[in-house]
């Protein structure tokens, strides 16, 4: 059985849009554009992990 993620995230966009100035139309700056992931919960290892000292 899979398990649902702990985070899904689809289609995330984001925009910024900048001012050109007096005779200069706006741009627009696209950072990100209709990605999508997901982020799934921690699983223990079965060789016990890292020690810290």
Same mark, same amino acid.
């Given at each position: 059985?899979?398990?649902?993620?702990?985070?899904?995230? /689809?289609? +995330?966009?984001?925009?910024?849009?900048?001012?050109?100035? &007096?005779?200069?139309? =706006? /741009?627009? +700056?696209?950072?990100?554009?209709?990605?999508?992931?997901? &982020?799934?919960?921690? =699983?223990?290892?079965?060789?016990?992990?890292?020690?810290?000292?």
């Amino acid at each position: 059985m899979k398990e649902e993620p702990l985070i899904r995230l /689809r289609e +995330v966009r984001k925009h910024y849009a900048l001012n050109g100035g &007096i005779f200069s139309q =706006k /741009r627009v +700056v696209k950072a990100v554009d209709g990605v999508s992931f997901d &982020i799934q919960r921690a =699983k223990p290892s079965a060789g016990g992990g890292v020690r810290l000292r």
